[in-house]
């Protein structure tokens, strides 16, 4: 994989980085608040190896959370007997993790929107692999219940990641396929993940399942700190400005140290006169502060996207639900053990997978049939002008099939499961859930990023926050609800709640982009605003620069002049 060897390049560090740097308006601006000529600079200068390897880096990093919450599914009933705690108690576990799961994001997303993304991971992953091995070494279900907690805020972070890294590199033209191949490992997670648990659970102990995550973990931050660049537009901006010097990976800051001292003195002195001034007017655009969770509360009450997130989970929920109910189910009615149980996920697994491929093609193929349809140009590499494209029509139509199917699947897994017919049917039924219901969710998951590529990690943040909460929610009720209400009416229920508020997609289609737009100029017009006070205020201060300039000397240098000019 070659590095961020396009930052340190003398060459191209010697054109006019300002070039490079996108305004920052707003988290709830759109991907561009004009129309982008044909000449303006790419969207990311990364090369399509580099591309595929940072997709491939946030995937496996995304592999995580789920392998965390998946892994743990078949060692659920052997937890309960040597916690001694029923097992509606023991899902208490699964129910804290998917709460911490939407809260930890609100924080590691707007850190890395702030400071980068490499930042965030490293910090994530640190809190992560303690975690992991205090789970190993823990005795008390008190204790088990905190440590998940906390596993579950380091690795959680890494979805919200994922989609800002994607948003960096990728424009709305092309986020479709990228974006599905971000979150393939995610989607990986719950093919193979039950299967390991219970091969952990049945033959070595449940322990070894976290000793496991740390080894794996740990196997993996390896080559991340060494080779994976910083992608986020407010520090490297679109990949042809060099990080802050401590945000180097190894093999960039290396190829940017061997390109420095390859360079002709005088080439070298203005490469680096250009950074310094590309790097500072990024840095005044971005503050370095303590990440603040509520800003990702300014995107959920848009109507938009809080009608948008409350359908999102609630698909999610019925998602979820056959996951967190399935290991006592099958346990109840095929007598199954935990490694039998984890074999049982398989099928959904392979469905999850093979959601994010397919479906990320029909994404991208219906964006360029619409714009086909409408007569609109389609800059490739570049940023594009969204304002009248119909944005919310072009996702939906491919959500709303995946969803009838999967809701479909749904009610009759319900009463495959209450009249305990042969394990074939729930396992097809399964896969095709995991099919389409994720599908389903990742069209939806990537509009939202559509409506936020300024701060994808935070708006990535707001979707998890929101369907984690509700997630949380329904697995911590479900195994109360089959018992009240018996496994049939029960799923009948779940999928009944998905079809009554279905008419959301409806609405976010007819009104949405009005809605799109009338944000975008409200957002429009905020930033006139700063930029006319910003202005009042730096002439000021460059006066006052000036007067110390001319104090200390008759000629200021070229990088002084450089600096005014930004000022």
Not at 12 to 30: H, K, N, W
Not at 351 to 369: H, P, Q, S
Not at 374 to 395: A, C, H, M, Q, W
């Amino acid at each position: 994989m070659e590095g961020h060897d396009h930052a340190s390049d003398p060459d191209r560090t010697s054109e006019p980085l300002e070039d490079a740097i996108q305004e920052d308006p707003s988290p709830q601006d759109l991907e561009s608040l004009h129309t982008v000529p044909t000449n303006s600079p790419p969207w990311s200068s990364f090369t399509s190896k580099q591309k595929r390897f940072i997709v491939l880096m946030v995937a496996v990093a995304g592999f995580f959370s789920p392998l965390s919450a998946n892994i743990y599914f078949p060692a659920l009933n052997t937890l309960s007997t040597d916690f001694h705690v029923t097992p509606a108690i023991m899902n208490l576990t699964l129910t804290s993790y998917m709460i911490f799961q939407g809260l930890a994001p609100t924080i590691f997303g707007d850190l890395a929107d702030m400071a980068g993304r490499r930042p965030a991971y490293i910090i994530g992953f640190a809190v992560y692999i303690g975690a992991c091995v205090g789970i190993a070494c823990c005795d008390t279900y008190a204790a088990l219940l905190v440590l998940r907690c906390l596993q579950s805020s380091g690795s959680s972070g890494t979805i919200a990641l994922a989609s800002g890294v994607v948003a960096d590199i990728a424009t709305s033209a092309e986020r479709g396929v990228w974006m599905g191949w971000a979150t393939s490992g995610p989607m990986v997670a719950p093919a193979i993940a039950p299967v390991l648990g219970g091969i952990f659970a049945q033959f070595l102990g449940w322990r070894w399942i976290f000793w496991f995550l740390v080894i794996l973990a740990s196997a993996f931050m390896i080559p991340f700190l060494i080779t994976f660049p910083e992608t986020g537009r407010n520090v490297v901006g679109n990949g042809s400005i060099p990080p802050q010097s401590w945000n180097h990976s190894l093999l960039s800051y290396l190829q940017a140290k061997k390109a420095t001292k390859d360079a002709l003195s005088l080439h070298r002195t203005m490469s680096k006169a250009s950074v310094r001034t590309a790097q500072e007017k990024l840095k005044q655009q971005r503050k370095l502060r303590f990440p603040n969770p509520l800003n990702t509360l300014h995107i959920i009450l848009e109507k938009d996207v809080g009608l948008l997130l409350f359908y999102n989970g609630l698909v999610y929920c019925a998602f979820y639900d056959v996951m967190a109910s399935a290991p006592q189910l099958l346990e109840d009615i095929y007598g199954y053990d935990s490694l039998q149980i984890g074999l049982c996920f398989l099928p959904f697994g392979v469905g999850c997978f093979l959601a994010t491929a397919l479906v990320g093609k029909a994404m991208d193929l219906n964006f360029r049939r619409n714009a086909k349809k409408i007569g609109y140009v389609i800059v490739k590499g570049k940023s594009n002008d969204l304002r009248n494209f119909p944005l919310e029509r072009t996702r939906i139509e491919v959500a709303v099939p995946l969803i009838v199917i999967g809701d479909a699947a749904l009610l009759c897994y319900g009463w495959v499961m209450q009249v305990e017919t042969s394990l074939a049917v729930p396992l097809v039924l399964m896969f095709i859930m995991g099919l389409t219901l994720t599908g389903a969710f990742n069209a939806m998951s990537v509009m939202i990023v559509d409506l936020y590529p300024l701060s994808p990690s935070t708006a990535t943040a707001a979707n998890n926050l929101v369907r984690c909460l509700m997630g949380a929610g329904a697995t911590g009720v479900i195994i109360y609800m089959i018992e009240a209400m018996g496994r049939g009416w029960c799923f009948t229920f779940v999928a009944g709640v998905v079809a009554l508020f279905s008419p959301i997609l409806w609405v976010l289609e007819k009104w949405g982009p009005g809605w799109r737009e009338a944000r975008r100029a409200r957002m429009e017009e905020i930033e006139k605003a700063k930029a006319t006070s910003s202005g009042w205020a730096d002439d000021s201060e460059g006066t006052e620069k000036m007067a110390d300039t001319d104090a200390s000397s008759t000629a200021p240098t070229s990088a002084q002049a450089q600096e005014k000019s930004v000022q």
